[in-house]
């Protein structure tokens, strides 16, 4: 199956993607596969050039390519392989010196609408932004950087405020992490350290799931869609330190790269509050990490339970509450999961109506599909914008200043026993709902 751009979507698209970081971990484990996978829809027609300090052929970023897509379990197709490794070529340079924007201005002289994709630390970000604009490259192009866009509220309005001296915001920032992870840092360490929990997904990927969750219908303006998200946010108070709990699985300070005695979470979780006439008095409750039982990302709507039913004894429980659970993955779908009375008998029982996205419209993409096929399209909805941005930060910002000491948890379990105390009013969390 294959789509073709539209006449209006043709006019913003892409007419080059160039990869900064490209022989990064994140390419391959993620990138090379999603481009495999939009040119095997037919929905990748430009070039592709990576750039990278790596002193690599372009054989061996095609190499690099083949490896990573045959890693992620993908029967490899070699017609769409050929297809999209005639598209790549490579630029080996620091990102620091003139030369290798020149390089990179010289690999996109004849494109009128080039889109710059930093899969780089957050602070080259300014850095390339600088070389890029210093080439007249970023004045019809687009620029989309890797999370986490800062480390704090005062950071991430640094880097805007960097960013922003060369390009007006376009592409800002594109978010994709699960909420839940049964494996650990692996070799990662040194980028995770610095990092965490709360900055790896929470502040960025959870908070905008929380939004699209929370907004209001969008209807009119400019951006409504991120207008509507950016309601919510301003309605949300500061995050409470005392409604946070941070963990650490056991064995993380074995993890090379990883400082001694760190006291880097791998887990948290935390209760938030959004002050409008639609959400006032519900707690949004989140929770992410790594080592947990599953990989799994779901958004679970629990509904207030029903008073006495008349065909039950006065004296039985309230029934459980009725549930809407929307899983992003794995396996996207949704359950609505009802109480229903039993046909034999004045008793409940829990009945699970499910979909899976998947067996009514067949295999949809894979979120970094969805995002490398945005940034050509240049459709901004899947970005979060500078202002949103700053809310997040300032939401989060407290748990930064004032953060409580890590639990140590065991592999496999789903964190320290702390975090249940933050859903007990809601009848605690539930076990995901999985394929």
Not at 2 to 17: H, K, W
Not at 149 to 159: C, E, K, T, V
Request: aromatic share 8%; with cysteine.
């Amino acid at each position: 199956m294959s789509a073709r751009p539209t006449a209006s979507e043709g006019a913003r698209r892409a007419d080059v993607l160039v990869i900064f970081g490209i022989s990064g971990d994140l390419a391959r484990v993620m990138t090379f596969h999603s481009l495999y996978r939009l040119e095997e829809r037919g929905l990748l027609d430009c070039p592709i050039v990576g750039v990278a300090f790596d002193d690599w052929t372009r054989d061996r970023l095609v190499g690099q390519a083949r490896d990573a897509i045959e890693a992620k379990g993908e029967k490899l197709d070699e017609e769409v392989f050929g297809r999209l490794a005639a598209r790549l070529s490579y630029l080996q340079g620091d990102f620091a010196e003139a030369s290798t924007y020149a390089a990179v201005a010289n690999a996109v002289d004849g494109r009128s609408r080039p889109v710059f994709y930093l899969e780089v630390p957050p602070s080259l970000f300014a850095t390339v932004v600088a070389g890029l604009a210093q080439r007249g490259l970023v004045e019809h192009g687009r620029v989309a950087v890797e999370k986490p866009f800062g480390h704090d509220l005062a950071s991430a309005r640094a880097l805007n405020a960097a960013l922003h001296e060369h390009v007006a915001e376009s592409f800002v920032e594109a978010v994709l992490i699960t909420m839940g992870e049964d494996f650990g840092v692996r070799d990662r360490g040194h980028f995770y350290d610095p990092v965490g929990a709360l900055r790896d997904v929470v502040q960025n990927h959870l908070l905008q799931v929380l939004s699209l969750v929370a907004m209001e219908p969008p209807a009119g303006g400019a951006d409504p869609i991120r207008d509507r998200k950016h309601d919510v946010f301003l309605a949300m108070a500061d995050a409470d330190p005392a409604r946070y709990v941070r963990g650490q699985y056991r064995g993380y300070l074995d993890v090379d790269g990883v400082a001694p005695a760190s006291q880097t979470e791998t887990y948290c979780a935390l209760a938030l509050e959004i002050d409008n006439w639609r959400w006032s008095g519900v707690p949004f409750v989140i929770r992410a990490g790594k080592s947990l039982p599953v990989t799994v990302t779901e958004v679970r709507v629990v509904f207030k339970t029903t008073p006495w039913l008349g065909f039950q004894p006065r004296e039985a429980p309230r029934p459980p509450a009725d549930e809407l659970v929307l899983r992003i993955g794995p396996q996207p779908g949704a359950r609505l999961q009802l109480q229903a009375k039993a046909p034999d008998r004045n008793a409940l029982r829990t009945v699970p109506l499910d979909l899976e996205f998947a067996s009514v419209g067949g295999e949809g993409p894979t979120p970094y599909e969805v995002l490398l096929e945005a940034v050509i399209r240049g459709d901004q909805s899947h970005f979060a914008r500078e202002d949103l941005v700053e809310e997040t930060w300032r939401v989060v910002q407290p748990l930064i200043d004032h953060p409580p000491a890590v639990e140590v948890y065991e592999p496999g379990t789903w964190g320290p026993e702390a975090a249940s105390a933050l859903a007990a009013a809601v009848g605690g969390w539930r076990d995901p709902w999985l394929p």
